[in-house]
């Protein structure tokens, strides 16, 4: 076995150039690998972040009839505690729950600006300012002012928002919005803080305000209308749900809530582990094309070689010696240039996964009710990079044992003849 | 006993609608020793009959026997182990492998025979290398070679694991006079050393004047076997 590997070894330097030319395919395949799955792994990971720093947390709870019209930033279905005592002390309740780290209020309700020409449509978000700090990634996009402060008449919003109505931080605006009682009223706010957030939601339509604030502007005391619980990490989700479902119904309070684990509340994440199992398909196509040139390289070794193999047949070597032979000149071709790729395309995701690549302009017709980050940044993962070596190199071998298989099946008279 | 025995052997190569009789019924017996010369016309039969005799094709009928195994009964791999312990091949074109040295492609046949540990393969090789006059040029590649030198890693290659049976097709076909002169005579050397059975197929009257047996074939047939108590060089 050594011996044959050592001269598989050695007719790689053959013909340097159509080695090189195989070895430099498979690379390109095993590099766009890395690649193309770092883009997929960091697009679905920033989905999955978004999704619950913006929408589900892990773990959701809304009334039933607030899901269904969640769009329309419906007042009429909030949460308002088990049997209407206030949210304060379901929260309280949902905290001790083990597992559950955090619970989030949050208090969403359609508002309205008016510039000198129109009328710009956002969404006020009432929020607990220090929890939505500590569980959320604004502080970064956070690039002006502060963050709101419980029992202040302040708001902060984002970059885009604010160059449509023309203010700026430290400005006033007014807000005019519709309360719980269905009656128009406007507040005039001061502006604390910008956000400058990929996400366009934040960046176009959020409005943060405290959210004592909200539920006094808005009359709804002790309300909210959704609640977000953050487990420990995400595999305690499935452990957590029932626990919350159970307090939910012993407290009287099992038919009006929807506990939601976050994979229930997302289009787009059902939508990417398909895509995830899709682009498994487009790897496999995109090693094959480059398997091509290796196959093809090694039909023309194996014809050039052909009298070779008869010599090596008549001094005793069986079938799968000649199979072993070639496949392992194949594997080394596979095993150089899936190296070559793996690395080269570590490389490239690594230093794209610090840039990023901004999308932004492909994505300005998008609603932004959709949780779509305009930055892409490929994640170079060890696991990734191991992975698309281990499959450029299993792929390339076993495209490699078709022409072998050939090669070992020559009977060594018609071989000598060639 | 004989180390080789043939009997009624006829190969037929079926070419589609036509069948080409290569061999029409071959009796034969080769002993141990031996250093037999098969001449003939091109196409009366010789490399058939060294393929079968090689255990690299089977008779379409008749019985080879060889150092006493019935072949017709044997399967791909048997033949194949056959060939790798007791047989030995000088081709034409030598065949070495071109990216192996000298030294590797004589290990090589060593190294399927799988029998000896590192130190006695290094051995057997530098001993065979140096009987055939290759000494000091164990690490150059065949496109560093002659052509004589070239076959001469050849016989090493095919004697290095002491076949019972050695078995040339022209050897000398692609050397000078001078050359083939020198390679017969370090063959002669080793049938008269090590006792191996040599069987040539050959056009050339130089392979055929160091013979001591010479089978002459003719359409398939053994036309004339004659044998000589000396070689006509070394006597």
């Known amino acids: 076995m050594d011996f044959i590997a050592k001269i598989a070894f050695k007719n790689l330097f053959r013909s340097k150039l159509r080695t090189l030319v195989s070895i430099a395919a498979i690379a390109f395949g095993v590099m766009i690998i890395v690649f193309a799955r770092g883009i997929v792994l960091g697009m679905i990971e920033t989905i999955y972040d978004d999704h619950i720093q913006f929408n589900s947390g892990h773990i959701k709870i809304v009334t039933e009839e607030y899901q269904k019209r969640e769009r329309l930033l419906t007042l009429n279905y909030p949460v308002d505690g088990f049997t209407g005592e206030g949210v304060g002390g379901m929260m309280a309740e949902l905290e001790k729950i083990e597992g559950v780290e955090m619970v989030i209020p949050r208090l969403k309700f359609g508002a309205m600006v008016s510039t000198e020409d129109e009328l710009v449509a956002l969404s006020g978000w009432g929020v607990n300012p220090g929890l939505e700090l500590a569980f959320t990634d604004l502080e970064n996009d956070l690039v002006e002012g502060r963050m709101v402060r419980p029992g202040e008449r302040e708001v902060v919003m984002g970059t885009a928002l604010l160059e449509k109505i023309n203010r700026q931080v430290g400005d006033k605006v007014t807000i005019v919005y519709n309360t719980a009682f269905g009656s128009l009223k406007g507040s005039t706010f001061t502006i604390v803080g910008r956000i400058e957030s990929t996400l366009k939601l934040l960046n176009e339509t959020v409005v943060y305000l405290p959210l004592d604030q909200a539920q006094a502007l808005l009359e709804m005391e002790e309300q909210a209308t959704e609640l977000l619980l953050v487990t420990t990490n995400l595999k305690t989700v499935p452990r957590v749900l029932p626990a919350v479902r159970g307090l939910l119904a012993k407290a009287g309070a099992g038919d009006r809530y929807l506990v939601l684990s976050y994979r229930e509340t997302s289009d787009l994440i059902p939508l990417m582990d398909l895509s995830r199992i899709i682009f498994n398909y487009i790897y496999l196509l995109i090693v094959l094309l480059s398997c091509i040139v290796v196959f093809n390289t090694m039909v023309m070794i194996i014809r050039e070689r052909t009298k070779e193999i008869g010599m090596m047949t008549a001094l005793g070597m069986e079938g799968k010696d000649i199979l072993q032979l070639f496949a392992i000149e194949g594997a080394f071709m596979g095993v150089a240039g899936s190296l070559a790729g793996a690395v080269l395309g570590h490389l490239v995701t690594a230093y794209l996964g610090k840039v990023g690549f901004d999308y932004g302009q492909a994505l300005s017709s998008m609603d932004a009710e959709i949780l779509f980050d305009t930055m892409i940044y490929p994640v170079a993962s060890a696991g990734n990079t191991i992975f698309a070596f281990v499959f450029g190199v299993i792929v390339v071998t076993l495209a490699c044992l078709i022409p072998a298989r050939r090669a070992a099946r020559l009977e060594p008279t018609m071989a000598m003849r060639e | ?235």
């Open chain 2, 1 to 235: 006993m004989a180390l080789l025995e043939l009997k009624g052997v006829k190969k037929i190569y079926d070419q589609g609608k036509i069948e080409v009789p290569a061999l029409r019924g071959i009796d034969l017996r080769v002993g141990q020793g031996e250093f037999t010369t098969i001449f003939g016309p091109s196409g009366s039969g010789k490399t058939t009959l060294l393929n079968l005799v090689g255990c690299l094709d089977k008779p379409t009928a008749g019985t080879i026997i060889f150092d006493g195994r019935k072949l017709d009964d044997l399967d791909k791999k048997e033949l194949a182990m056959i060939r790798r312990h007791s047989i030995g091949f000088i081709f034409q074109s030598y065949n070495l492998i071109p990216v192996l040295t000298a030294y590797e492609n004589v290990e090589f046949a060593l190294r399927l025979v799988n029998k000896y540990n590192p130190r006695e393969t290094r051995d057997r090789v530098l001993d065979i290398l140096s009987a055939v006059g290759l000494e000091g040029l164990a690490h150059r590649r065949p496109n560093e070679l002659s052509g004589g030198q070239k076959q001469r890693v050849a016989i090493a290659r095919a004697l290095v694991k002491e076949p019972k049976l050695v078995l040339a097709d022209e050897p000398s076909a692609n050397l000078d006079s001078k050359t083939s002169e020198e390679v017969l005579a370090v063959m002669a050397k080793m049938n008269k050393e090590l006792g191996t059975t040599f069987i040539f197929s050959t056009h050339d009257p130089l392979v055929m004047a160091y013979a001591r047996r010479l089978i002459e074939i003719r359409d398939g047939l053994i036309a004339k076997d004659q044998r000589r108590e000396q070689d006509a060089v070394l006597n």
